[in-house]
């Protein structure tokens, strides 16, 4: 290694006696710290001799170390002689200059001199060499050309901007070039497709701007569990357990063997046990052993029953019993002439009689088959012994009493009606009918602190075709001063959902308490499936923690 070396270097020096170790510089200022290299300096007698190559008593040292004006030297280096230099009234000088060890040093260093001839400016062509050595500019062209597109990893990116990068890439002043790529951490929607936390985006060409086909999109959520070969097993014993699963064939096997064919079976014929007993079921022709009979005459004062036997007129009443039709039972039969002794020969009677106690269910259906009328009744209707006389309609018509009225929103809230119905637009208005969104923004322990986009959620279908109705905020901790401030802002539709944002009054826990109550833009409160909606927090207050939304949705 070459010495350290420094242009017009020279002081005076005070007297040094032979053997002295250490010598003390008048002007240190152009001398180097020995710290950074050791380097030799020559002494001689400024007074008596202009140039060190006149005086016969000159010295070369090693500056090995320094503290202030004072160097410690090694004495008498490259051949000279450790001597005074301290005559009465004359004064000595040191200087850095060029002595025999810098030249030997140098030589040494070189070695030998550039060989042009052997210098290459073409590392590809000359590429089978194996004595020519390429030139700096080569070596960084063909580099530079080898290495153009890789990846280059440029960080983080948040994707809730909704747009691909456009500066922090690797060109000059950012500019995204070819094989950069970031990783998302925010999730948002580039090119029409959403992406997630952990998805990685890769430049394909320089410059790629905001077109999707110029970039290349890695889903970083996509897992894989192979398959536990040492759990498939290919039979099943009583010792099978629920951490094994059966081969294909295995489960075709034994699904063959235990289920029936009924690919092609003899007509009519049933799926049932042997006649008359248990056993294991089969194909074959039905008995009448396998109706039970439906009709039978009851001896006490009530005869009930769920249906007619078919081909049966209907069940014999005889005079003081009560007949009990089961809810929802249409009686139909042909019309006739003469005395009509069951209820299904009433039916068909355009001003039907009935004698003695006639019990109906909550509604019953009297149709006329022959020319499609229907009349449906209410209970209440037939109460006090009341008559109802029906009038013989045409074409499909129905005759409907309407005992039964449909519920306002308000009463379906108070629940208390017990003769009403709910339509669909009664329930979309009513409590029932609103969808609550409740999130965390800030957690408990945490400040609020101001931004947008504190915490961005979807749209689910579930809430599609809704509009945001009410919003409101609460907080763990309340703000000792200022007013915490909320926005709700659809980033899909680039527009703010509230006229009036969210305030938490100071040293209140929730906006229900606020003075200026939140309001929502009519005209920008509609949610579709797949919208992002944002939370923004434009005014923190002071010291809150724990900050979160309430956000009720329903039908227009």
């Known amino acids: 290694m070459l010495d350290k070396a420094y242009n017009f270097a020279k002081s005076i020096i005070s007297p040094l006696a032979s053997g002295a170790v250490s010598v003390t510089l008048t002007d240190p200022s152009k001398f180097i710290d020995p710290a950074s290299g050791e380097y030799n300096c020559t002494i001689w007698c400024s007074s008596l001799f202009a140039s060190p190559t ?30 005074d230099h301290n005559t009465v009234g004359e004064s000595y000088s040191i200087a850095i200059g060029i002595t025999a060890k810098m030249i030997t040093d140098i030589a040494s260093e070189l070695g030998e001199k550039e060989l042009t001839s052997n210098k290459s400016n073409d590392v590809s062509g000359d590429a089978a060499s194996t004595t020519k050595y390429p030139s700096v500019k080569a070596f960084k062209d063909y580099t530079d050309g080898k290495i153009l ?11 809730s901007v909704n747009t691909y990068p456009a500066t922090g890439g690797s060109g000059t002043g950012g500019a995204v ?8 951490s925010v999730a948002g929607t580039l ?37 536990n070969a040492a759990n498939k097993v290919t039979s099943i014993s009583g010792s ?44 074959r022709a039905l008995v009448a052993g396998d109706i039970p009979a439906l009709a039978y005459e009851a001896s006490g004062a009530t005869a009930t029953h769920a249906a007619l036997q078919t081909g049966v007129h209907g069940i014999s009443i005889t005079a003081g019993k009560t007949l009990t039709v089961q809810d929802n039972v249409t009686i139909t039969g042909p019309l006739g002439t003469g005395a009509y002794a069951t209820i299904a020969d009433y039916a068909t009677l355009a001003n039907p009689t009935f ?113 945001l109705i009410q919003a409101e905020s609460f907080c763990s901790t309340v703000s000792s001063s200022g007013l915490p401030t909320v926005q709700i802002r659809n980033v899909t539709d680039s ?25 929502v833009d009519g ?15 434009d005014v923190s207050g002071t010291g809150t923690r724990g900050l979160g939304i309430i956000l009720s949705f329903q039908l227009p």
């Open 54 to 83: 006149e005086d016969p008593n000159k010295e070369i040292v090693r500056f090995t170390a320094k503290s202030g004006s004072d160097y410690t030297i090694t004495r008498a280096q490259e051949g000279t002689t450790d001597v």
């Open 149 to 159: 597109g890789l990846l280059n990893y440029r960080g983080a990116y948040d994707a």
């Open 177 to 184: 070039l070819k094989g950069d790529m970031w990783i998302i």
């Open 191 to 227: 090119g029409g497709e959403a992406v997630q936390i952990g998805d990685s985006i890769i430049a394909n060409i320089d410059t790629p701007g905001q077109t999707a086909g110029n970039w290349n999109p890695l889903n970083g959520n996509i897992s894989y569990v192979p398959e």
């Open 240 to 283: 099978s357990t629920d951490v094994q699963y059966p081969s294909a064939k295995l489960l075709f096997d034994q699904l063959a063997g235990k289920v029936a064919n009924f690919t092609s079976q003899t007509a009519n014929y049933v799926f049932a046990s042997p006649n008359g007993s248990a056993g294991t079921p089969s194909f």
């Open 355 to 467: 004698t003695g106690t006639v019990i109906l269910p909550k509604n019953i259906e009297i149709q006329d088959t022959s020319a499609d009328h229907q009349y449906v009744l209410a209970v209440s209707e037939l109460a006090a012994d009341r008559t109802i006389t029906l009038p013989l309609l045409t074409g499909n018509d129905i005759f409907m009493f309407r005992d039964f009225h449909k519920s306002t929103s308000a009463e379906i809230n108070t629940g208390t009606e017990n003769d009403k119905y709910i339509t669909p637009d009664g329930f979309a208005g009513s409590i029932p009918g609103k969808r609550i969104v409740q999130l965390k923004i800030v957690d408990d322990s945490t400040v609020v602190a101001t931004g947008n986009g504190k915490l961005i959620f979807v749209i689910p279908e579930e809430l599609n075709g809704m509009n």
């Open 495 to 519: 527009v703010d959902m509230l006229s009036t944002r969210i305030t938490i009054d100071a040293t209140e826990y929730t906006s229900y308490t606020a003075e200026a109550r939140s309001a």
């Open 523 to 537: 005209t920008h409160d509609d949610v579709a499936t797949g919208d992002l909606i944002a939370i923004d927090v």
